[in-house]
């Protein structure tokens, strides 16, 4: 049920963007301004209490509860673990906005700065670490949690629907309510994953352009996702084990490579002053940041961007929270929340402060007209830069590489989660599950590039994700109520164990006392 209602619901779409795409545009735009209008305020307080949720957990009482039985070990080591959820999470993301976020927050900033002076350069890098730092990685900590607690600790189908079973119950869970939020799960999937697929798809055409000089246009970006459709299909369908953790390991070693290669050929002392001051900046405003609105001054640089990505990690949080609950069986929960939070967070602000700090200091002091580059095409951002260091065209061939790489683990892993959800949580979904659900989200890429571009993408994305934070909340409910009632029966085990114990010394004890004559 869920997966025919949830594909012909896709497919609906789907048609009505390839037939209507100036109306599926116009719609999109009016729950746009709906969402930020009348649910701006929700999303920034269930984003901070996610995150204060997953600290709180990690150092309680229930930190050293582990994701499966109490002898499981980790399935996966450490660096493939952070390698296959960083790929999933944010790669595409982090190579699109590098460069082009920084630079174009540096010319319109938020807090009322004026655009193009260095006190826009700081706030630019410190929303940057905001938008790419601890609180998306908190969305995904808390559903990936949840998941992976009640699939391997309590032995549950690996469904959204059943974490709500302590609240509602296995009658309700496994009936029309549990079918829905399924369905709703699986719709936002398919939904944000297509928007990273689209930004990633201009990405690569962007490069294509730089390299070879193909033309940037609906018809080159239809032809790069065909091709590259065909590459993440042959991945998913070889499963988990060899597909998907080879090109994660693959997708790390070369952003690491590019990463450590502009770190050292470009302005390095500049980079490293840029990390420091941003970092603390960042902490030092992590609360107002969290809880800014603009309610005075009708501004809408917030709902433009941190609004927009608190609603782009939520639209993503049931496939990348499915994922990373996939391949986290054997951790506590203290050692996977500080995994998943600390971890891709430290390496997105390095990725930042080198990407986006040699951007500013070419903007800046060597005038190289990046942000003006940046406002008229945002996917020219990252080879313009690049081109200024030495190698630079090879290098952007590196960053090209990088992004397809990127693309096809995104792809794959979203693939392996639709079949996961649509086929009753199985952990092996079938090829031929994986094989429909990659060809509709590929569609749905094409349909959003035809139909709005990059504002269809983001509106699109808002739209599958304001449900689905109702959905969240609920989630972290329910397992703060698992959670204190498997600590609960602990402590009462124990107390018995204690009380069994004691009375059997003390009947020791009392049949080794000789009467007293």
């Not at 730092?133 to 900590?141: E, K, N, Q």
């Not at 297509?194 to 490069?207: K, P, R, V």
């Not at 990690?313 to 939070?341: D, Q």
């Amino acid at each position: 049920m869920v997966f025919a209602i949830s594909l012909l619901i896709i497919i609906v779409f789907v048609l009505l963007g390839a037939l209507a795409p100036d109306q599926l545009s116009a719609a999109a735009d009016k729950v746009f301004q709906f969402s930020i209008g009348q649910f701006g305020w929700f999303y920034l307080m269930a984003t901070l209490a996610f995150l204060i949720f997953a600290l709180y957990l990690a150092f309680s009482r229930f930190g050293s509860i582990k994701l499966g039985a109490d002898d499981d070990e980790p399935e996966y080591s450490t660096v493939s673990w952070f390698a296959m959820l960083f790929s999933a999470g944010m790669g595409i993301g982090l190579v699109f906005w590098g460069v082009a976020e920084p630079l174009s927050h540096y010319m319109e900033p938020p807090e009322g700065a004026q655009g193009g002076t260095p006190e826009a350069a700081r706030l630019a890098m410190r929303y940057v670490f905001f938008h790419w730092g601890l609180h998306p990685w908190a969305v995904y900590t808390v559903i990936s949690l949840s998941l992976a607690y009640f699939q391997f600790r309590k032995g549950y189908k690996g469904l959204i629907s059943t974490t709500f079973i302590p609240l509602l119950g296995e009658k309700r869970t496994s009936g029309p309510i549990g079918k829905v939020i399924d369905m709703l799960a699986v719709i936002a999937t398919a939904f944000g994953v297509a928007t990273s697929l689209g930004l990633g798809t201009l990405q690569i055409n962007g490069g294509l352009h730089h390299l070879f000089g193909l033309s940037i246009s609906t018809a080159s970006q239809i032809a790069i996702i065909v091709i590259v459709t065909v590459l993440f299909l042959l991945s998913a369908t070889t499963g988990l084990d060899k597909g998907i953790r080879l090109l994660s390991n693959t997708n790390l070693l070369i952003a690491v490579i590019l990463l450590l290669f502009v770190l050292v050929m470009g302005p390095t002392s500049f980079i490293f002053d840029t990390f420091t001051v941003s970092l603390g900046s960042y902490v030092q405003n992590l609360i107002a940041m969290s809880l800014r609105l603009t309610p005075f001054t009708q501004g809408t640089w917030i709902g433009a961007w941190t609004l927009f990505y608190w609603a782009w990690w939520i639209a993503w949080a049931p496939f990348v929270g499915t994922f990373i609950a996939r391949v986290s069986k054997g951790r506590t929960i203290k050692e996977f929340i500080l995994g998943v939070l600390l971890v891709p967070s430290a390496f997105g602000f390095l990725w930042f402060s080198v990407f986006g700090g040699t951007g500013l200091q070419l903007e800046m002091f060597n005038h190289v007209e990046l942000a003006l580059a940046v406002q008229n095409d945002v996917t020219t951002a990252l080879f313009l830069t690049l081109e200024q260091l030495p190698l630079g065209t090879i290098i952007a061939g590196v960053a090209t590489l990088l992004i397809i790489t990127f693309f096809v683990t995104s792809a794959d892993s979203a693939t392996f989660v639709l079949g996961m959800l649509s086929s009753n949580g199985s952990l092996n979904p079938s090829n031929k599950i994986k094989i429909i659900w990659g060809v509709l989200q590929s569609c749905i890429a094409m349909v959003l590039l035809i139909s709005g571009g990059l504002n269809g993408l983001q509106t699109a994305s808002i739209a599958a994700a304001l449900p689905f934070a109702f959905i969240m909340v609920g989630m972290c409910v329910s397992l703060h109520k698992a959670l204190t009632e498997e600590d609960r029966a602990r402590r009462a085990k124990e107390m018995q164990f204690r009380m069994r114990v004691e009375r059997l010394l003390e009947n020791e004890n009392t049949e080794h006392i000789k009467p007293i004559i």
